[in-house]
């Protein structure tokens, strides 16, 4: 039943994005005691708010640092109001570690870790609120909190999620159609190469009907960079004017 | 907490500073910085409230859900508070890092808020002895430069001033079995009367003067401080001495009198303010976490 609402409701909006704000750098922070770049980043993609911060170490701890590349370490963690039924445990369980290991592929491929030997680059992000898609919004706040921290990187990493319903392809799905029982897609890509960072489907689908969903996550997240490029552009505009007097 | 390291020169001229009534950023010993404070920002919650002191950013969500009620007071609800130190205030956060300071902060919280002085919690019963409204108050933490008690306590009071709890109707059918009924408007809900929900002041002690609403670096400053929470009619609730330092009697009662003085002051600003937000109902601009 739910499909057919689903389908009537999203016929002409199926490859529309929700509505999207992003802001950078809109905490400032001061610290003494390591020298390390901090840049908090906040995403807004209309009901799910995620702030993203990224701190980067120039040491990290004997066991895991790495001679010739930097450590990525991500934690995703969701706050205890964001998903209507209360969660008793903001990160630590299952679902937050594979996340957080998700999220710590994607950039290794994103990052130029070459660039920082035995460094360790945290990447943390917390989730207000969630209605659907809550590893693409990260993906995409952590991707500005990066750029932010002024952390070489190949491509700006954008993320969406896509379904199928009732033969029509959709992008970036809502709680709703998340759990409604249909096939949903996560991914991450690369847009200028068009290369795919991260790929996770749950559920069946038919053979035939994979490319055109990968075909309309794709579609979804050019668009994305655009406007993640515009974001990050016109804030470096507004910087360089206070900066400048 | 997140600790700065300060060395001895900076140590001796906040003191020298506050011994002057005058502090690193300009403000007298008993004056808060600028305090931004919103309401229902997080709309999965039942309430919600935000605030930023200084750099301090906490943000408060408040769910209601039915429960049982504890067994040496059948016809009360009650409140149940989970601080979450997220790893977004600091690296050290990370992990179970901020557990130990959330497992604190949530004591304490419970102590000053959680008894039926602050807060009407017959309000919340809804079945003596089966059934009561239990609220669930979490504080996430997301940017930590000192002070914490107090920001959460008056976030705190303004997501409990935002909080709707929806309408149950009880229908027993003709076994006895009572079924709960939740009403489906949404705007058909009970609010709380928050009139005599405290507010936490810490003092802290730096030389032989005590300062309001420390910052990080002047609380590294300090041997030890105190937390006082006081009601709008200035009756001291809770009162609490943190740190490793110790207290002469004296102080504790020079700082109990500054610390009852400034939290009276605190609840006629905060509420007019919350009533203004509520009052300009839909009008409103929403702001959230941008700007």
Redesign the interface.
């Known amino acids: 039943m739910i499909q057919n609402c689903l389908k009537q409701r999203f016929e002409h909006t199926s490859q529309l994005l929700r509505f999207c704000?992003f802001?950078l750098g809109?905490?400032?922070?001061?610290f003494?005691?390591l020298p390390m770049t901090v840049c908090?980043q906040?995403l807004?993609t209309d009901?799910i708010?995620k702030?993203?911060?990224c701190?980067i170490?120039p040491y990290c701890s004997r066991s895991k640092s790495l001679h010739d590349r930097a450590v990525i370490n991500c934690?995703y963690?969701m706050?205890?109001?964001?998903?209507?039924e209360?969660k008793r445990r903001?990160?630590?369980d299952r679902k937050s570690s594979e996340m957080s290991l998700h999220l710590k592929q994607t950039f290794e491929a994103a990052v130029l870790t070459e660039l920082y030997p035995r460094s360790q680059i945290?990447i943390?992000v917390?989730i207000?609120?969630?209605d659907g898609g809550n590893y693409s919004a990260c993906v995409n706040a952590a991707t500005l909190a990066l750029v932010d921290a002024g952390i070489p990187m190949r491509d700006y990493v954008c993320a969406c999620t896509a379904g199928f319903v009732e033969d029509t392809p959709l992008a970036d799905l809502c709680h709703a159609e998340e759990s409604g029982g249909g096939t949903s897609l996560a991914l991450a890509l690369l847009p200028r190469s068009g290369n795919i960072a991260l790929l996770q489907m749950d559920a069946r689908l038919h053979q035939d009907h994979l490319d055109a969903l990968i075909e309309a996550a794709m579609t979804a997240c050019k668009g994305l960079s655009k406007v993640l490029d515009g974001v990050v552009r016109q804030h470096l505009e507004e910087v360089s004017v206070l900066t400048r007097d | 907490m997140a600790a700065?390291?300060v060395s001895e020169a900076e140590k001796v001229y906040v003191m020298h500073g506050v011994r002057d009534d005058l502090r690193l950023d300009g403000r007298g010993c008993e004056d808060y910085r600028h305090m931004e404070i919103e309401t229902d920002v997080?709309?999965?919650?039942d309430g919600?409230a935000k605030i930023s002191l200084g750099?301090t950013?906490v943000?408060v969500?408040?769910?209601a859900?039915i429960g049982k009620p504890k067994a040496m007071v059948p016809d009360e609800g009650y409140l149940e508070f989970?601080v979450?130190c997220?790893?977004?205030a600091t690296?050290e956060f990370?992990?179970?890092g901020g557990e130990e300071l959330g497992v604190e902060l949530s004591n304490t919280l419970c102590k000053v808020f959680n008894n039926r002085h602050s807060m009407d919690l017959r309000s919340l019963c809804i079945c003596p002895g089966e059934n009561c409204w239990v609220l669930?108050v979490?504080v996430?933490l997301?940017?930590c430069d000192g002070n914490l008690f107090d920001a959460i306590s008056i976030a705190i009071k303004a997501a409990l001033f935002n909080t709707r709890i929806p309408k149950v109707h009880i229908s027993e059918d003709e076994e006895g079995v009572k079924e709960i009924e939740l009403s489906d408007d949404p705007y058909d809900c009970m609010r709380l009367n928050v009139k005599n929900v405290p507010c936490i002041v810490t003092l802290c002690k730096i030389g032989h003067r005590h300062v309001v609403d420390a910052t990080l670096q002047e609380k590294a400053c300090s041997v030890a401080s105190l937390l006082i929470s006081v009601t709008h009619r200035g009756t001291v609730t809770c009162v609490r001495k943190m740190g490793g330092g110790s207290l002469d009697p004296e102080s504790i009662f020079e700082m109990t009198e500054a610390g009852k003085r400034v939290g009276k002051a605190l609840h006629v600003p905060l509420m007019e303010l919350l009533q203004k937000e509520e009052s300009l109902g839909k009008k409103r601009q929403k702001v959230?976490?941008?700007?």
């Open positions: 704000h802001q809109f905490k400032s922070f001061s003494s005691v908090p906040l807004q009901t708010e702030p993203a911060v701190v170490y934690q963690s706050a205890t109001f964001s998903t209507a209360r903001p990160h630590g945290d943390y917390k207000l609120q969630a | 700065v390291q997080v709309s999965n919650t919600s750099h950013d943000l969500g408040v769910k859900e989970f979450d997220s790893a977004n690296p990370e992990g179970r669930y979490d996430l997301l940017q959230g976490f941008l700007g």
